[in-house]
């Protein structure tokens, strides 16, 4: 729940901060579509909400989880270009 109601934060400070169009283009590319990705290497939880907001699907950094929560391990590999 408190990673749901961050991310959803996360994406809407982004959003308000986007600029019109790059979001117009992400808009334009999935309509003729193109399907669009967006890479961080922020926490795949932090991600999902602004995934959402863009129609893209995310890929981040995972993190461990034991029992619901998060322990602050990454699984695997940070993700980084």
């Keep these: 729940e408190d990673a749901l109601c961050a991310s959803e934060a996360v ?7 986007a600029y019109p169009e790059v979001i117009q283009h992400l808009k334009t590319l999935q309509r003729e579509g193109s399907a669009t990705i967006l890479l961080s290497g922020n926490i795949e939880p932090m991600l999902a ?3 959402a907001h863009l129609g893209s699907a995310v890929v981040g ?3 461990e989880s034991v029992r619901g929560r998060y322990t602050g391990k990454v699984v695997g590999q940070v993700c980084v270009l």
Excluded: D, N, P, S
Excluded at 11 to 16: H, L, S
């Design 11 to 17: 994406a809407e400070g982004v959003m308000r901060h």
């Design 49 to 51: 909400a602004l995934g």
């Design 61 to 63: 950094t995972t993190m």
